[in-house]
């Protein structure tokens, strides 16, 4: 393992940092990552917040009164604020920046499956979102300036009533440290944490996703609907008369059932359902199919020149048997290793692109017509 990896986790490889505290203690690394920055400034941050397919907020504390303003922000929106205690918040700045995209890669010990997005905020003294708790994992990573984090285990969750934000009643955390660029914070569901900026800073929030119990069975419900295809209909050829007509038939709840019991699933189904689920981009994301096409034949040859790359809005996973791509779902043959590459490592090499079967090409020509991808320059 290379000493940046090691680093990037105080010392710890990967599977002992998540035997030790993944979803079960938070850890704290000074020079995680030492000469970092982070590569958006102020206001690189606020242009991001004034485009409408990207989703931003900005908070302001003035005492005790705080204001959530949601993006598309407006210049006029920048020139009102007071010179102490407010942040903007950016979310998915890994879907807009290639630097902010190689950061969430770092975090590829955990399955793609796992991931979010990166949150970036910029906020200046005084600046936060206030004492709070997160339901998913969480690596803070200091960007440029200072941030003192305070932080803990708590059980009550209870938050103050009547504010836009949702800031907790009592906050007494056991940590209190400041953090400094490179230095990071990964925090478990459901900890107690205020970072309030010392200077102007950025802060990145690697996150994590987790569903609910809830909204996977929504979500899979939804699934097995839209591919429903159930055959015959209710039929009663021997229905005799009744003297009570308000009465629901025994014969015809257990004929239903029968016609019911044609719905199944098995893992094979719920992989589907999880890849097709888990690849469907945020309604907010919008590709940009490429202006000139090439034409397959010449994007063959690109790609065996230069080389594919994924776009970084572009959710690639993969199972046994199918590649997800952006919430479709393509069926996979034994060969397909190359493209189980490009969903890893999110690109492709030159001397892998050239020696892709016809059929591969022409699916990976597919996905560049739609935006998902483009052969590097
Ligand atoms: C921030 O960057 O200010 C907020 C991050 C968080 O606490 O979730
Ligand atoms: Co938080």
């Known amino acids: 393992m290379s000493d940046a990896r090691r680093r990037l986790l105080g010392g710890l490889s990967p599977a002992a940092f998540l035997a030790r505290h993944w979803q079960k203690e ?53 020139r009102a604020l007071p010179p102490r205690g407010w942040t903007l918040l950016v979310q998915g700045v890994n879907l807009h920046d290639r630097d902010c995209d190689d950061l969430l890669r770092r975090f590829a010990f955990v399955p793609y499956a796992r991931l979010d997005d990166v949150m970036a905020s910029y906020a200046v003294p005084g600046g936060g979102v206030g004492p709070h708790l997160d339901n998913y994992d969480v690596f803070l990573l200091q960007g440029f300036g200072r941030r003192r984090w305070r932080y803990g285990r708590q059980d009550d969750a209870r938050f103050r009533p009547g504010l836009p934000l949702r800031i907790l009643r009592r906050f007494a955390p056991a940590q209190d440290h400041v953090f400094g660029p490179g ?56 229905l005799r008369p009744t003297s009570a007509p308000a009465r629901i038939p025994d014969a015809m709840v257990k004929r239903v059932a029968a016609l019911l019991a044609a719905i199944r699933w098995d893992r094979a189904t719920v992989a589907r359902f999880l890849g097709r689920t888990l690849s469907e981009p ?31 809005r572009t959710l690639m996973l993969y199972d046994d048997r199918a590649f997800h791509v952006n919430g479709e779902s393509a069926a996979r043959n034994p060969g397909d290793v190359a493209l189980e590459r490009l969903a890893d490592d999110r690109a492709l090499a030159p001397a892998a692109s050239a020696t892709l079967p016809r059929a591969q090409v022409a699916r990976l020509h597919r996905w560049y017509l739609d935006g998902y991808l483009v052969p590097d320059a």
Do not use: N
């Open 26 to 78: 938070a850890l704290r690394v000074t020079g995680a990552l030492p000469g970092f920055r982070g590569p958006l400034d102020a206001r690189a941050l606020r242009t991001l917040a004034m485009r409408d397919d990207v989703e931003s907020r900005l908070v302001v504390r003035e005492g005790a009164a705080w204001t959530l303003r949601h993006g598309p922000l407006r210049a006029a929106d920048f």
């Open 183 to 238: 230095d990071l914070l990964y925090l478990p569901p459901e900890w107690a944490h205020d970072g309030v900026a010392l200077e102007p800073c950025t802060t990145y929030s690697i996150g994590f996703r987790a569903a609910t119990a809830q909204e996977l069975g929504t979500a899979f419900l939804d699934f097995l609907r839209d591919d429903l295809d159930l055959d015959g209909r209710y039929a009663d050829p021997g």
């Open 282 to 312: 945020k309604a907010i994301v919008v590709f940009d199919p490429p202006d000139a096409p090439l034409r397959p034949a010449a994007f063959r040859a690109r790609i065996a020149r230069c080389g594919v790359r994924l776009d970084a």
